[in-house]
């Protein structure tokens, strides 16, 4: 599915990394039960990289994850974005965002999601990167996954949530939100938020700041930074949400974050 032409997207928004000086491809990722389809790339050469997880939008690993993907590795990371919800059907194949959520979304547990990612750094750690230096980023979907992820594997040592929910997932299955482990974070988390996204009030960054606050030292040392005219998906360079200059500041801040606390 083209999000970007079915929502009239501008085609010269739409941001195409180049893989050059990189080692990149989609593959199939060792987990649990089998292997799910994954894409990763990387500076070419290197080895003991740091690692950063890429969590799909609510639309799967299409080409604009894998272009983040590329993004990270010209900047010096292994990033690797796995099809999360592959066991429960193709993303690509729908059209309306409802029925995506109905059908797909909502029938995956954030348990499958952790073990899935934990299959992710296994891999990575065998391929080049570097387990002591593990960040993750995620976009909306994969941005409320970012803090969850954060609160439960303790080799964490830094997010980036963009535009996540904060007091709310996806379906029946969650067992707990973002506001719920937000004391509990094992690395600190960077919130890339936007002041008129709908989906998630600006209650919801308030009272997710206070509860890091009163967490733990990775808690407290987490952030966020509220972009006043931006809206929900702004990084998203193939659709119209995108607002370039909020997502050039995003992701310079991101960079710096990832810097810091990866090295």
């Not at 194949?93 to 348990?111: F, G, M, N, R």
């Not at 007091?167 to 067992?175: E, F, Q, S, V, Y």
């Not at 006043?228 to 995108?242: M, N, Q, V």
Request: some cysteine; glycine content about 10%.
């Amino acid at each position: 599915m083209n999000f970007a032409a079915a929502a009239g997207q501008p085609a010269d928004t739409t941001i195409h990394t180049d893989a050059a000086g990189l080692v990149h491809g989609d593959f199939a990722l060792p987990v649990a039960d089998g292997t799910q389809q994954a894409y990763y790339a990387a500076p070419a050469g290197k080895k003991d990289l740091p690692i950063i997880l890429v969590v799909q939008e609510i639309f799967g690993v299409h080409e604009h994850i894998k272009d983040i993907c590329r993004r990270l590795a010209h900047a010096g990371y292994l990033a690797i974005a796995s099809n999360l919800y592959e066991r429960q059907g193709d993303a690509s194949q729908y059209t309306d965002i409802s029925k995506l959520v109905a059908e797909l979304v909502s029938k995956v547990p954030d348990e499958q999601v952790f073990a899935d990612l934990d299959a992710a750094v296994a891999w990575a750690k065998q391929n080049g990167g570097d387990t002591s230096r593990l960040g993750i980023t995620g976009f909306c979907w994969g941005g409320r996954i970012t803090w969850m992820y954060s609160a439960y594997n303790p080799k964490v040592r830094a997010g980036v949530a963009w535009y996540g929910k904060l007091a709310a997932g996806h379906g029946p299955l969650i067992k707990q939100v973002a506001l719920d482990v937000a004391g509990k974070l094992n690395g600190p988390v960077l919130g890339l938020y936007g002041a008129q996204d709908h989906s998630i009030p600006l209650e919801d960054i308030d009272a997710m700041k206070q509860r890091l606050s009163a967490g733990g030292e990775a808690s407290q040392a987490s952030s966020f930074v509220v972009y006043l005219e931006s809206g929900h998906a702004f990084l998203a360079d193939y659709r119209p949400s995108y607002r370039a200059e909020d997502a050039r500041d995003g992701w310079a801040r991101m960079l710096t974050w990832f810097q810091r606390y990866l090295g």
